[in-house]
Structure formats: C-alpha cells, structure tokens
C-alpha cells in the first residue's frame, strides 16, 4: 500500500470490484452489485484502479512579473 494515509476504503478502487456501465455502481467477486462508496471487511487496496486528483493549473504570468 502506497501512499494510503487518510484513504478511506472504497470499491471503486478494490481489487475484487470493477466498475460498472453505468458509473454508479461496481460490479464485486465477493458481494455482487454494490455502490462505489460501499467498503467491505474484503477490500483489498489496488493502486491501479485509484484515479489521482487533477493538478490545479498554473497562474498566469505577466511578461512583467520577469523584469527587474
């Protein structure tokens, strides 16, 4: 486990689940159809699955911010 403090367990990054169609729901080997929030005494963390938070952009910077 990488990286995990403060990750609460989810099934939509369990090793066991795989998410469905329609977004909303993941598909288990251990419990059937669950939500993607639901976690179970199964879960098994798997990184691949975890999607990261996207940067936030740059700001912009003025041809005057680099003059002295």
Same mark, same amino acid.
């Given at each position: 486990?990488?990286?995990?403090? !403060?990750?609460?367990? +989810?099934? +939509? =990054?369990?090793? =066991? !689940?795989?998410? +469905?169609?329609? !977004?909303?729901?993941?598909?288990? /080997?251990? #419990?059937?159809?669950?939500? #993607? ?6 879960? #098994? =963390?798997?990184?691949?699955? /975890?999607?990261?938070? /996207? ?11 680099? +003059?002295?």
């Amino acid at each position: 486990m990488l990286n995990t403090k !403060g990750l609460s367990p +989810s099934c +939509s =990054y369990c090793e =066991y !689940g795989k998410a +469905s169609v329609d !977004g909303e729901t993941v598909l288990c /080997r251990k #419990k059937g159809v669950v939500e #993607k929030d639901f976690a179970c005494k199964k879960f #098994k =963390y798997d990184i691949l699955k /975890r999607q990261p938070k /996207r940067p936030k952009p740059l700001e912009k910077f003025n041809p005057e911010d680099f +003059s002295l």
